[in-house]
């Protein structure tokens, strides 16, 4: 069987910056981290963004929320919720519920409760 060679031009490779003025779109800085999900930052924003609310004051969570209650943090865990809280404009507890709920929704308690 004889294979078949392509030895005519290629095509010229398409730039992100050539896609972006095609499409008119605007390039977003993220902090991404090599490693790290992107995706799951940018489901925290838009859950933050849909349950956040200003009456005027600081915006408080648009969930009902239970009493508050004390718990201890792995060392420098404090740090990075106020560093994410900072950079998406939360309260670091509100953060801290936001991401707990989102874990808990995530397991199957029925599993675990077995």
């Known amino acids: ?6 030895s005519g031009p290629t095509q010229k490779l398409v ?9 008119g779109a605007e390039k977003i800085e993220t902090n991404f981290i090599p490693g790290k ?15 956040l609310h200003s009456t005027g004051g600081r915006p408080t969570l648009d969930i009902k929320a239970s009493d508050r209650k004390k718990i201890a943090l792995i060392k420098g865990d404090w740090d990075k ?29 029925c599993d675990h409760l077995a």
């Open 1 to 6: 069987m004889k294979l078949i060679k392509h």
């Open 15 to 23: 730039t992100t910056e050539e896609v972006m003025i095609g499409l």
């Open 37 to 51: 999900s992107p995706i799951s930052i940018f489901a925290l924003r838009q859950f933050m963004a849909e349950h």
């Open 81 to 109: 919720i106020k560093q994410i809280a900072k950079k998406e404009k939360a309260a670091p507890g509100q953060l801290v519920a936001v991401l707990l709920h989102k874990i808990l929704d995530n397991i199957n308690l």
